[in-house]
């Protein structure tokens, strides 16, 4: 599809108007009195459900769990993710990376790289990404808005993914409790890269993708 076609689109917001999404109405955006200026959120004229004509303080939203995302991205690596107490043998602890090593030096090299990527650089990707998306929005880096689109469907999806290392986990610590493996037990990393991930997918959450298709439809 060529640029032309893709920018040509009209959207409700250029034509004041906005989407119900309770009722599925199109229904005309109302103004301040005073000001004329449009109103974010407003009632549905026809079911009276909240109606915003963007996602509410959205950019405010993700750039704070973005921030918060990368700030415990860096407690989810440095402490241990389990704690493992083998026969005759000292207890020691397991990183996420240090995990991915013993594992790779093991010969688990697919386990060590499905952990390596869903664990450091899907989180990364996600991170950076949606970085990247509020800094295009910001400064109107839009030239390529089809891509940012995608970059920002791609975020979305593969967000999921993170937590197949909380799975890994979860499958050892059971293991674990059926006699299968030495006492293994869950560090602070876990709890700190479930609540990266469980961040992650709200700040992707709260970033509002028409924004990037916006500034050069803005009708008053
Ligand atoms: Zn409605």
């Known amino acids: 599809m060529l640029q032309q076609e893709r920018t040509s689109h009209v959207s409700a917001l250029s034509q004041a108007m906005a989407y119900c999404h309770r009722c599925h109405i199109v229904a005309p955006v109302e103004r301040n009195q005073a000001t004329?200026?449009?109103v974010n959120r407003f009632s549905?004229?026809?079911c009276q459900s909240s109606i915003s004509l963007r996602k509410t303080n959205s950019m405010n939203r993700a750039w704070f769990f973005v921030l918060?995302?990368?700030?415990?991205?860096i407690p989810s690596h440095v402490f241990p993710v389990m704690l493992i107490t083998e026969l005759a043998s000292q207890p020691y602890e397991k990183t996420i990376l240090s995990g991915v090593f013993t594992m790779f030096n093991d010969g688990l090299?697919?386990?060590?790289a499905v952990v390596f990527i869903a664990s450091v650089l899907i989180p990364l990707v996600k991170l950076v990404g949606l970085a990247f998306l509020l800094l295009a929005v910001r400064y109107k880096w839009l030239k390529h808005r089809y891509r940012l689109t995608q970059l920002y469907r791609f975020i979305v999806f593969v967000g999921r993914?993170?937590?197949?290392?909380?799975?890994f986990a979860a499958i050892f610590i059971s293991l674990n409790q059926l006699?299968?493996?030495g006492n293994i037990q869950a560090g602070y990393g876990a709890t700190f890269f479930a609540s990266m991930c469980i961040?992650?997918?709200v700040a992707a959450e709260?970033?509002?993708p028409r924004f990037l298709w916006d500034h050069h439809e803005e009708g008053k």
């Open 36 to 38: 004329q200026e449009r």
């Open 199 to 201: 961040i992650t997918m």
């Open 109 to 112: 090299w697919v386990l060590s």
């Open 44 to 46: 549905c004229p026809r």
């Open 179 to 181: 006699g299968v493996l």
């Open 161 to 167: 993914w993170a937590m197949i290392d909380i799975f």
């Open 68 to 73: 918060l995302g990368f700030a415990v991205f």
């Open 206 to 208: 709260a970033f509002d």
